[in-house]
């Protein structure tokens, strides 16, 4: 895998539930395709409602090896600064020391450890997630929602994924606001991928 420089949410995600939906062979490298990618999150705002919010830059890329699931791996980073919470103020005081501090820590990024199966379409993905400067375990549920040639462009091999999971922002050192702004925050993303050659 390669670290690349802009990105994740978190993203990410599961190759190995490809396996189920292709037969054996080597293992194969992803892309993720940033312009069917959203990696999206959710923080309750003084128990009153969800503000929804997401991240515009995201790349990432996974090595999938069918013959031995659990040795695939993601790597997915996300530019800080390309937060989104459709109001320019709020982005603005997000990017701040308050917050992510993008100036100092401008990248999040998702590195999984471990794939388990729970089930045909879905597994389970652990991964160490750097924010803020801060480097905590993450797990993320992953449903695979389809994986085949592209129904357009038949030389492309595509993959799709949605995961969901929590972290607390706390735990990485971004404590403004709390308990007033919700701690517990939920990640949901949703991406294709394209088989590399």
């Not at 005081?93 to 999040?108: C, G, M, N, Y």
């Not at 735990?171 to 919700?182: A, S």
Request: negative net charge; aromatic residues 6%.
């Amino acid at each position: 895998m390669r670290n690349l420089n802009v990105k994740t949410v978190i993203t990410a995600l599961v190759a190995a539930l490809a396996a189920s939906a292709a037969p054996a062979q080597a293992a194969d490298h992803y892309l993720l395709d940033p312009t069917h990618t959203t990696v999206m999150f959710s923080v309750n705002h003084m128990g009153f409602s969800k503000v929804y919010g997401r991240f515009d830059k995201v790349e990432g890329a996974f090595t999938l090896d069918q013959a031995a699931p659990e040795n695939s791996s993601v790597v997915v980073t996300i530019d800080a600064a390309s937060i989104d919470t459709n109001q320019a103020k709020r982005d603005d005081h997000l990017r701040s020391k308050d917050f992510f501090e993008v100036a100092t820590f401008p990248q999040l990024i998702f590195k999984s450890t471990a794939v388990k199966k729970t089930g045909d379409k879905t597994a389970t993905m652990t991964g160490d997630l750097t924010l803020h400067g801060v480097t905590k375990p993450v797990s993320l549920s992953v449903t695979l929602t389809g994986a085949g040639p592209h129904p357009v462009d038949q030389t492309k091999t595509i993959a799709g994924f949605s995961a969901h999971g929590t972290l607390k922002r706390s735990d990485f050192g971004m404590n403004y606001g709390v308990p007033v702004l919700g701690d517990e925050i939920e990640l949901i993303i949703e991406t294709e991928s394209i088989r590399q050659p």
